[in-house]
DNA sequence: ATCGTTGCAAAATTTTTGCAATTAG
DNA sequence: CTAATTGCAAAAATTTTGCAACGAT
């Protein structure tokens, strides 16, 4: 953990972008819950809980954009679905994304950097591919699918 | 270039899929055109100029879902806009996704292998994460967020 | 003949945009 | 005061689904 709220409010500031009650909030939510796979809807539910109010989806769109620019925020789309959020110093972790299941594992930063394929069959994965991420099939539905075959 | 359009079709007929023009279509689309980062839409316009046909969304979509199922295809978001599909055996290289300016950069897989700050390093690519390919600034985007900081 | 597949049209989902009203600085 | 930001509503963009007709095996 180590960016928290204030740090994100202050780069905006720093940038010259206003602070609303809004961007506060989004701010909040982010720093506490972004390695929980939000996606932007997410972000708007737990925005207007805190808020009570209603805070409109644009807005969600318009200050996630904002902090993508400032490189604080990114987007990330795994496997099917909406993107989901993570704060750019997140690197605690990556993702194995099932291409049948579509779970996702998590595996920290540490393998990865290890060989790609060791880190795959760590994890019972099947990598068929590296490519943005590593999508492949998860232990289970391997199995599934090998059980098709015979 | 390994995955031929045969092999595609040999294999959905393995699996009790059948084999319309339609699919047959975009197997040959696929198998020729993969590697130029193609969205469903792409795919779609191609397989409708080589039928001078009216064939479906739906229909590629479905496909699509298909080929992924067996295996043979996948598809990656690359920052924003559209998926684009890739065959699963293309291992041929890798994506750099500037978050800023949205261009991507090809680099290829024996890099990728080495440390990643290399890789990204040696395209101008400054990293500010490796979640779900490698999201950062590319060479120019980051030239400009220098000289706003200053 | 059977049942997977298609096209079409309609819907669902996710994200973007225009604009008048509001509000931070 | 000024210009950035907001909410709302409408639109755009991408993908999914229902269904009757069609076509591969």
Known sequence: MHVNASDMVE?????GLR??????AICEVLATDHHNHLTANDLLAK???KLRGKVAPSTIYRTI??????GLL?????GHGPAVL????DSS???LVCESCGRTIDVDTGAFDAAIGLLAAKN???ASSVHYALIGQCEECAAIIASHLQ
Do not use: P, Y
């Open 86 to 89: 993570h704060l750019s110093d």
């Open 124 to 126: 019972g994965f099947v």
């Open 11 to 15: 780069a905006l500031r720093r940038s």
């Open 93 to 95: 972790h990556h993702h």
């Open 74 to 78: 990114e987007h990330v789309h795994l």
């Open 47 to 49: 925005v207007n809980q």
């Open 19 to 24: 602070i609303t009650v809004s961007r506060q």
């Open 65 to 70: 954009d904002a902090l993508e620019a400032e």
